[in-house]
């Protein structure tokens, strides 16, 4: 399960993102700046969710940075752009 709870509003946006599963729980700290985010039709909560969702299909959630900026995980994985579409809410 992955619990996003935004902590404070502005530019970047910021959140605690909290993800378990039954070996236990992981807590994260994370940014977004979602005014250049090209997926405007879904709430930032939807698009860090997405993105996590991304990261746990390739890693586990232990494996996760603890502090980082959403836009690192194309650092990582070249192909977040385009496959996060996959994780997003349908309209």
């Not at 599963?21 to 700290?29: I, V």
């Not at 039709?41 to 969710?49: L, M, S």
């Not at 997405?50 to 192909?79: G, N, V």
């Amino acid at each position: 399960m992955i619990e996003v709870r935004r902590i404070s509003g502005g530019n970047p946006v910021h959140f605690e993102v909290i993800v378990r599963d039954g070996t236990g729980k992981t807590h994260h700290d994370v940014t977004l700046d979602f005014e250049n985010l090209a997926h405007a039709d879904c709430t930032a909560e939807q698009y860090i969710k997405a993105a996590f969702c991304f990261l746990l299909d390739r890693e586990s959630k232990e494996a996760i940075l603890k502090r980082f900026d959403i836009s690192l995980i194309t650092r990582y994985f070249p192909e977040f752009p385009n496959e996060i579409r996959r994780y997003l809410p349908a309209d």
